[in-house]
């Protein structure tokens, strides 16, 4: 299994792009499953992830071709041959019941495994059933899969999920676009990846309101042609990299980087002492003035601070000045790269969802182990600016959200480089 070797250095300087958003796209794909005409996305990601998801649509029976060296995928749903998501498949990834709604509002029946996917947590699937059953579905489940029909094809209703789910809001939304009549989805998530999905189905001819707010309405059409669609910037991606010149030292832009995708991390930064501006090209990033101040962190959905942020923030504050609290409120479990941390030195208390981290001047580098994939990306950062070499193991995790990762920072001046192993 290949490592990542990472050796303490800095400073950074020079630019990064930041790729289409991996968590956009892996909701874009399945929207294929809604027309009979070709669906092309365009800055898609190239990552392990996109091809799991193109495994999965092709064994349904969609056309799918990465172009221009991935960037572009060809996609086209005319024969969906296969209702029934498999296992072997959806254990890979959680984002494979994304193919439940559509596949049910297109064909009126699909069978989906409940997903696997990274290990922080419960992660059940109670909203998305709740929503596609307000719209009519039956669904059971038999030997780990859901088993969905709607017998009376779907129809619009008006429901309120207890949590705004970013999955359980893509999944509903995508199947109240050719239900008949109007969908009311009331404390719907508010992520950027969901207006992306919200843009890509109106280009497809889908009547949508209200996407970006917490309440979003849908009416209903029969069908829905062909698009083409750019996929939104990884937010997450452009949130990490923004962390590297802080960590280590020096000054890097983010090319595509926007604020308004990160307001909330973009203020804690801005808390700890950290330069943001916004250039013609994307944001530049630097930290002010020696070490960076402690700050306080609790994790909401968008537009508060992301969970998929909350790993590599930990890792800042590693080495910052005083004593940072860290809250994670979406996944319980989700702190596995707290004792990886402490492995290099760091000084963190874990009881229940609160992290509490009391700043230390340097880390040493240390053999780590990924648990998951933004816990990898922060003890890669975290190696950035450790004394010595950090040797990250398991670093599957990280193909599946970071394209092109070494390149990336070896292009700003960082020492890391891909191990192969056995
Ligand atoms: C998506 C992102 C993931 C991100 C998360 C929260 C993708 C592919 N993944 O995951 O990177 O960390 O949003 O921003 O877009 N929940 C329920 N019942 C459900 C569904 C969810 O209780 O039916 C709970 C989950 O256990 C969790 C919380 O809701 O505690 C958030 O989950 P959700 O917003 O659904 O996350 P995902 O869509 O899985």
Redesign the pocket.
Known sequence: MDSILVKGNGPLNGEIPIAGAK?AC??LMPATLLSEEPLTLTNAPRLSDIKTMTQLLQSLGSEVSALSDGQVLAMSSHNIDNHVADYEIVRKM??SNLVLGPMLARLGHAVVSLPGGCAI????????IYGLEKLGAEIELKDGYLHAKAPRGLKGAEMELR??????TENILMAATLAKGTTVINNA?R?P?IVDLADCLRAMGAQIEGDGSPTIVVQGVDRLKGATHPVVTDRIELGTYMLAPVIAGGEVELLGGRIDLIGAFCEKLDAAGVSIEETARGLKVARKNGRVKAVDVVTA?FPGF???LQAQMMALMCTAEGTSVLEEK???NRFMHAPELGRMGANIEVSGGTATVHGVEKLKGAPVMATDLRASVSLILAGLAAEGETLVNRVYHLDRGYERLVRKLTGVGALVERVTGT
Not at 121 to 128: E, K, N, Q, S
């Open positions: 968590n892996l909701t959680r984002a947590g419960a992660r059940p699937m109670d909203l998305h949590f705004a789910s970013v999955g359980a998530a992520e990846e959905p992301p969970t998929d979406i996944f319980e």
